[in-house]
């Protein structure tokens, strides 16, 4: 495969034949694209590659992001063919085919396209970036961050140094900041933003160093960076986080603010030395994502009642249960940002603290100086609080205080870490709190879990076996013209099938008969059961619902609910 565009910028004053020589030299050996080494000599653009192409060969430049390619165009031509050739097929009329190509000058790209189509070509000249981000979207190849790391090349002059001198940690800061890792570690930060990723994990390992992303929950690998920039990346994010780049023994946090297009991005960060290095998570903070809107969360009806009948109560506990990442805060956000009006005084103990809100007085625990859950709920009830909200009750301590501060006239909101709301009930009492004053300080408890949603827009009907219904606890007679949904998977969810989250929630108010059966010690069992009488749905028969209304899928519901 021969371009033509050195010499066609050669033969006309583009490139001088100095510049001519010097990129001959370097495109031997380097593995880039022709139009990648031009752009390093650093005096033409890849747009200006671009429009040039256009006027020499007379053909109109494609803007794809203004593109959707349908799946069935996109099918026309094989992922290998499309990456070798920078060729992408856009649109298909009648017996004409567009396609966007970065570069004209291959003379039989073309014909092998008509070749292999059997359609009349109709050719669009495109950036290299565009085609990346292109292929990147579409067919989940290397992409833009691809073309980043061969930019980057094999030596980039850092190794992170074990000595604590002042003056050879100044020689790395100087030197990460000059890299073009500098570039990398952004790109992947604003990759994960653009996909709606609530964490970034750097993972090195003896020979291979490993990015992931949680997407709607789960984990997926985006890239694998070369072994030799592990130490390179992970100072660069040690050191916009403000943090030791010399200390690899112990963990340490910070904390990055990065603007991202329109939006103020924060990241949580977190570094913990392993067996072959620092592994490193961000948790994405983007506050322009955070739905404070409960009517949006996935509530069923009742339960949605419930939980505002509860936070409308002058006085009690609530408590909102789940593992960690199941939006347990986030709820408990949107509940402050109802109650917390002019006239309240509405504060919070939160470790960390995630989003920060107008009006309410956030408190930032650090148990390394004594200040924890149980001295800042102390010193709240002596700051003349109406609502008090404490991040999470982990001790005898905290939850002792929290029943006093429901029981003298305040209302709590805090989160457990157990499976079932019906469970937190055995928790309050295992930590060593009386059974008359947990039956008396709670007002509701609920147990809230997420689960992912078919897309959209690659959703189609499917039939589910009888045996799998009732494996979820369905009746397939009662089910028999229900329509059930599956995701293909398309470029809108990165070919996974889901795109985004929903909840599903198991609100458990206490009742005087649930209030009167924990007086009387009763069961985790037998709570739950009579709950049930009383209304509330269970996480699964809430997933179940979900799955019901085509929301989700029955593999969802068993992900997420196990065998609740």
Do not use: W
């Not at 799946?71 to 298909?92: D, G």
């Not at 148990?367 to 109406?386: M, S």
């Not at 003298?408 to 009386?434: K, Y």
């Amino acid at each position: 495969m021969s371009s033509r565009i050195p010499n066609l910028l050669l033969n006309n004053s583009l490139l001088s034949q100095e510049q001519f020589l010097v990129f001959k030299s370097r495109q031997k050996d380097s593995g880039n694209s022709v139009v990648t080494d031009l752009c390093k000599l650093g005096v033409i653009t890849e747009e200006q590659i671009s429009a040039f192409l256009s006027s020499y060969y007379e053909l109109p430049q494609a803007d794809l992001e203004q593109h959707d390619i349908p799946e069935v165009v996109r099918k026309l031509l094989s992922p290998e063919f499309i990456q070798k050739y920078q060729v992408l097929p856009l649109k298909r009329v009648g017996k004409i085919l567009q396609v966007a190509l970065v570069d004209p000058s291959i003379d039989f790209v073309l014909e092998d396209i008509k070749f292999i189509t059997g359609f009349n070509v109709q050719p669009m000249v495109v950036t290299e970036t565009q085609f990346l981000r292109a292929i990147e979207k579409y067919y989940h190849m290397g992409g833009t961050l691809d073309k980043l790391l061969r930019d980057i090349g094999d030596d980039v002059g850092v190794e992170v140094i074990q000595e604590n001198s002042d003056s050879e940690i100044d020689k790395l800061r100087d030197a990460i900041e000059a890299a073009p890792v500098v570039k990398l570690v952004d790109s992947i930060i604003a990759d994960a933003v653009q996909k709606g990723a609530s964490d970034i994990h750097i993972e090195p390992y003896e020979t291979a160093l490993r990015i992931r992303f949680r997407v709607d929950g789960l984990l997926t690998e985006v890239m694998s960076p070369p072994h030799h920039l592990k130490n390179a990346i992970i100072s660069r994010v040690k050191i916009m986080a403000n943090l030791d780049i010399a200390e690899h023994r112990v963990p340490q946090d910070g904390h990055i603010k990065m603007k991202f297009t329109d939006r103020n991005i924060d990241l949580r960060v977190s570094s913990l030395p392993t067996l072959y290095g620092e592994k490193v998570v961000m948790r994405i903070l983007d506050k322009s994502n955070l739905t404070l809107d409960l009517a949006n969360f996935g509530f069923e009806e009742k339960a949605l009642e419930d939980f505002e009948k509860a936070i409308r109560l002058p006085y009690g506990m609530i408590l909102v249960t789940g593992p960690t990442g199941s939006g347990k805060t986030t709820t408990l956000y949107s509940a402050l940002s109802r109650l917390n009006t002019p006239d309240v005084n509405a504060m919070s103990a939160e470790d960390p603290v995630e989003y920060n809100f107008a009006g309410l007085n956030q408190v930032l625990i650090k148990e390394d100086v004594g200040l924890t859950f149980a001295t800042a709920l102390k010193a709240f009830l002596r700051q003349d609080p109406d609502i008090i909200m404490i991040g999470e009750i982990r001790d005898l301590e905290t939850g002792s205080i929290a029943v006093r501060a429901a029981l003298t006239g305040h209302l709590v909101l805090s989160t457990l870490h157990t499976n079932s709301a019906a469970a937190s009930i055995s928790r309050l009492i295992d930590m060593g709190i009386e059974r008359f004053l947990t039956s008396s300080s709670v007002n509701l408890i609920m147990a809230q879990r997420l689960i992912r949603k078919i897309c959209p827009k690659c959703k189609f009907p499917v039939e589910v076996h009888r045996e799998a219904l009732r494996e979820i606890g369905l009746d397939p007679d009662k089910l028999r013209k229900a329509v059930f949904y599956h995701g293909a998977g398309c470029a809108d969810c990165s070919s996974l099938g889901y795109r985004g989250r929903t909840g599903i929630y198991e609100v458990m108010p206490i009742s005087p008969k649930i209030r009167q059966m924990i007086l009387d010690n009763a069961s985790t069992k037998e709570l739950e059961d009579v709950a049930v009488s009383e209304g509330m749905l269970t996480l699964r028969a809430g997933a179940c619902k979900k799955f019901e209304r085509g929301v989700t899928t029955i593999e969802e519901v068993l992900r997420v609910t196990g065998d609740t």
